[in-house]
């Protein structure tokens, strides 16, 4: 069975098989003899994804046929030839004597020499043909480096397969003299002779790896887009950086669990490399990370740049050269062709318990007819994973998380959220537009792997490495390199932060031209509407005369419709800029701000301990000629060798930080040279910018165009001749009284449903008291108690409807829980997600959120003379639509909200809670705490979060209404000052503004 999904059939079982996985291979005991080798076979059930099961059939033939003598170092053969010789053999064949002396030399326990006899021997044969010997050699180098000694770390090392250490069987290299030890600057390599070209590599039969796919040249293919092609042999390659194997095949080393060890250069016997040794060398000029010579392809057709070398350049090469098969740029993407495009979706069912609830993505390639759900942890986690392998690549940007509790975004309105989705999909888009990260086996498991990214992780067993970590310095890599490209990156990087700051102001600005286009295409539509409801007032407004009333209205209505097709056309002109050119413009922040951060990288990380390692080196030299110098007799054992060993580790590490700093030179250089690209997306945003002012223009000058036609071709009423001025009892028999405003009138039906009283009673209160509706109900029940009016009592009503959301078996007499609570505000239509809900806990005067009691709530309603629900709903509807333009209710809706929020009995809140609710009542549904030109919560939300570490007290979350309503009068804060009564996190908040904005005087804090 797979592990994630239906296994492939079995004509794609040979295509699809691997020798590298994701997954640490559990040791297997003695009674389990099968691994994934046992799947060699072409039977069914080989999904490379799938879970190995216990098969004991073809284990003897595994074994001989696993390390043929073509594929395994010049030292297996020679340690085989010498037991032969030696006398311990039987018929061609290693005797049991011949394997003692082969596990005794190796020095290896008990327990790792049964381990490597119950394999090798399963059947209890006690003699060894050259094949099977040869996966004895090695199993004990597995057990030498400490690696799991099974068939499977055999396999996935066959490429380079370890060397074991046999100090009885083979000569070793004499210790090296003090001279040769002596303290020497870091040497830049040369390029070795060319090799005799009888020396090659033997034909190797290579095995694609688990993680990559059937064409190496394109890991996002399907294999049935390549089935019948005759494509040239594939090199597999992980995290697309080849490197060549130390059994003669080039190979890549394995850099994550499994596929992530660094690779070890075999010696023989007598200290020498292997054969690939001696083999030709070629400088890496790769575009994208090919640092140990395995690659001459260069960028953009090998053209000459600024930046020096040829492309990624290194030195030219001989022409008669021995290499491997080239690798493109990009791990082998074809330039040129369309690009690969990355849609996420947003999934309309959420995924959590209430209050914790999560928003899943669906990201789809349809090239690749691939889909996965995804959530927005899963992003992180790989951000997080790119930044430790590849912390000197321009990674991309994810978009902001709101401030939520463990992952339940209380705050996100479906703005924020189509706005995250957008950033996802830029980020994935340019994950895969890079080629370097697209070529990342964990990017590719990402977008491709069906299964919940939260269990594949828990299967896989991940060990992220930096990508230069065990990686050797290329001869002629450092030379290739411009001496000038220390100078190119301090430009560069100047430039890069002037335009980044440049962007980000442009894509505010672009965000307010749109929505001002919203604005105005909401503006025509009223405009329609009131010339629309013109018509249907003509008539009575010229009642005098009413023939050419009908023309009047044609013409009224065709400017109406014409106005709406204008609207209709501002809001497309919006929609195509807020998709369209704010996209670009944010693409191109994001690549800016990518690039930035890549810089700041490099500065923390790119460091090293060189002068200090010399030093060291010196200081143990000198030990080392003093400890020579002394008599045999004074020199404790192992001294001289424990010295020795430091200067030589020294030597290796500065030799290894040397080459990371030239690998990191040549990725900084080559992500400038893809970086360089991005100017052509400028051109391009600005000239699909251009057209679409052009498209849009043309679209509203023809709408206006027609509509003067119309017009023109109406026979509209001339004006009649003057007529006297009507006389002094006309105009008194004329008058008549305003109607109410539209604001008069939403006051006047809220009255109403108060009171139960008639439109007339109504208008005669609010006008009494100026139109102020908390004033007119006052006077309105107070003079009906004092008149001995009958007042409705609603209290039983109330308690029975209370009653019906209380669980009389969980909850208390007077108190009703979350559950009932919830059921009662799902009742009601609120939104629980936004500012909605707080408006009926304030009318009930709930104590905490999630509960209400029996007086709050008969006591709240019985005020209001609202009995039913749906009464209550209609009223808490009308309250919510009032909520952002009337002051005095969001203000008792704000303050209520703090009572609700604590927890029971505590006084203050927690500043992430206080987030949340702030951004509840600061959002759009609510009262927007921002101006044209600053959004001041969110400069609130960044000043507490890094600022603020206390509580928040009531002091402080009443002042912060006061203060954002000022703030929202007079942006420049004008109306505060020193010596003012603001608490002292306001202060605060005003120094930490102006020096974020520049402004003048900062005020200065303790």
């Known amino acids: 069975m797979s592990l994630f999904g239906t296994s492939p059939d079995e004509s794609s079982v040979a295509a699809t098989k691997s020798r590298l996985s994701l997954f640490d291979d559990d040791v297997p005991t003695p009674g389990s003899k099968s691994s994934l080798f046992a799947d060699d076979d072409n039977g069914a059930g080989g999904s490379p994804w799938g879970i190995p099961t216990p098969k004991k059939a073809g284990r003897g033939e595994l074994i001989k046929t696993l390390l043929p003598a073509s594929d395994v170092p010049d030292t297996y053969i020679d340690t085989f030839d010498n037991i032969l010789k030696d006398g311990d053999s039987a018929g061609g064949k290693i005797s049991p004597a011949g394997i003692t002396k082969v596990l005794s030399a190796a020095k290896l326990g008990a327990d790792e020499q049964s381990r490597i006899m119950s394999i090798v021997s399963p059947s209890g044969e006690a003699t060894l043909d050259r094949n099977e010997f040869n996966v004895l050699l090695a199993l004990v180098g597995l057990a030498q480096e400490h690696e799991d000694i099974t068939l499977d770390g055999v396999d996935e090392r066959r490429k380079n397969l370890p060397v074991p250490k046999l100090p009885s069987l083979v000569s070793t290299t004499p210790l090296a003299g003090v001279s040769e030890l002596a303290a020497k600057p870091p040497q830049r390599p040369t390029t070795p002779p060319t090799a005799p070209q009888e020396i090659q590599s033997k034909p190797q039969t290579l095995r694609k790896p688990s993680m990559d796919f059937p064409e190496s040249d394109d890991p996002w293919g399907s294999p049935a887009m390549h089935r019948g092609h005759a494509h040239e042999t594939d090199i597999p390659k992980t995290n697309g950086t080849p490197k060549p194997a130390s059994n003669g095949a080039h190979e890549p080393i394995r850099t994550t669990s499994n596929f992530t060890t660094a690779s070890r250069e075999s010696t023989n016997g007598n200290g020498a490399s292997n054969r690939d040794s001696d083999a030709p060398t070629t400088v890496s000029s790769g575009v994208w990370g090919s640092y140990d010579g395995n690659s001459n392809a260069s960028f953009a057709n090998t053209a000459a740049t600024t930046i020096g070398g040829e492309g990624f350049g290194g030195a030219g090469d001989d022409g008669d050269r021995t290499e491997p098969p080239r690798r493109s740029f990009g791990g082998g993407r074809i330039a040129g062709g369309p690009e690969e495009t990355v849609i ?29 759900v995804r959530r927005y942890s899963d992003f992180v986690w790989l951000l997080d994973c790119l930044q430790k392998r590849y912390p000197f690549r321009q990674l991309p940007l994810l978009p902001p998380k709101r401030v939520g509790v463990n992952g339940n975004h209380l705050a996100a309105d479906s703005t924020f959220i189509e706005k995250r989705r957008r950033g996802l999909s830029r980020f994935s888009n340019a994950l895969i537009r890079h080629p370097v990260l697209s070529q990342e086996q964990l990017v590719i498991m990402f977008l491709t792997v069906p299964t919940e990214l939260a269990v594949w992780r828990k299967q896989a067993t991940i060990s992220v490495q930096e990508e230069f970590v065990g990686k050797s310095l290329p001869p002629g890599l450092e030379d290739s390199l411009s001496p000038t490209l220390e100078d190119l990156f301090d430009r560069t990087r100047s430039g890069v932060r002037r335009s980044a700051e440049i962007y980000i102001n442009l894509c505010n600005l672009m965000d307010r031209l749109a929505k001002r286009n919203e604005g105005l295409a909401a503006d025509h539509l009223r405009l329609s509407l009131s ?50 050119v704010l996209e670009d413009l944010k693409r191109q922040r994001d690549s800016l701000v990518s690039m930035r951060d890549m810089f700041d990288r490099r500065e923390r990380y790119d460091k090293d301990n060189i002068p200090y390692l010399e030093r060291r080196i010196q200081s143990n030299e000198s030990r080392l000629v003093t400890i020579r110098g002394k008599p045999e007799g004074l020199i404790k054992p192992g001294e001289i060798e424990k010295v020795t060993d430091a200067i030589i580790k020294d030597k290796q590490s500065i030799v290894a930080q040397h080459a990371r700093g030239v690998f990191v030179k040549e990725c900084l250089r080559d992500e400038l040279i893809n970086f360089q690209q991005t100017q052509y997306h400028v051109s391009r945003w600005n000239q699909d910018w251009a057209q679409e002012r052009v498209k849009y223009s043309e679209l509203q000058a023809d709408n206006w165009k027609q509509l003067h036609e119309e017009l023109d071709a109406k026979q509209l009423p001339t004006p009649p001749p003057p007529i006297s001025p009507p006389s002094q009892h006309l105009r008194w028999q004329t008058k008549f009284a305003m109607p109410p405003t539209p604001k008069q009138r939403q006051d006047l039906n809220q009255f109403m449903i108060l009171t139960g009283t008639t439109e007339r009673i109504a208008t005669r209160y609010l006008k009494g008291a100026g139109w102020k509706l908390e004033a007119a109900s006052d006077s309105y029940f107070a003079q009906a108690n004092s008149a001995g009016m009958p007042a409705k009592d609603t209290s039983g009503t109330l308690t029975k409807l209370f009653d019906k959301y209380r669980d009389e078996d969980q909850d208390e007499a007077n108190t009703a829980g979350v559950e009932g609570t919830m059921t009662y505000l799902g009742d009601l239509e609120v939104n629980m997600e936004n500012i909605e809900v707080l408006v009926p806990l304030e009318i009930i005067q709930a104590p905490v959120v999630g509960e209400m009691t029996r007086q709050g709530f008969v006591d709240g309603w019985k005020a209001l003379g609202l009995d039913t629900v749906d009464k209550q709903k209609a009223y808490v509807a009308e309250q919510v639509k009032l909520l952002p333009n009337d002051p005095a209710l969001f203000k008792r809706v704000y303050r209520h909200t703090f009572v609700c929020a604590r927890e029971a009995g505590a006084k203050a809140l927690k500043v992430e809670e206080a987030l949340i609710y702030w951004g509840m009542l600061f959002s759009p549904a609510g009262r927007p705490w921002a101006t044209a030109t600053i959004n001041w919560f969110e400069l609130w939300s960044e000043f507490l979060q890094s600022k603020w570490t206390k509580s928040v007290n009531k002091d402080m979350w009443n002042q912060t209404l006061e203060f954002a309503n000022k703030s929202m009068q007079d942006e420049s804060l004008s109306f505060w000052s020193e010596d003012g009564a603001w608490p002292g996190v306001i202060d605060e908040f005003v120094a930490y503004v102006k020096e974020k904005r520049g402004l003048p005087e900062p005020m200065e804090t303790d």
């Open 344 to 372: 996420i979706t947003l999934l309309p069912e959420k995924e959590g318990m209430f209050m914790f609830q999560h928003h899943n993505y669906q990201v789809s390639n349809p090239r690749k007819n691939s889909r996965v």
């Open 531 to 580: 010339l629309q409801s013109l018509t249907d007032a003509s008539i009575d407004t010229y009642a005098t005369d009413t023939n050419d009333v009908p023309l009047l209205n044609e013409g009224l209505q065709a400017t109406a419709k014409h106005v709406s097709n204008s609207q209709s056309l501002l809001e497309d002109e919006a929609r195509a800029w807020d998709q369209g």
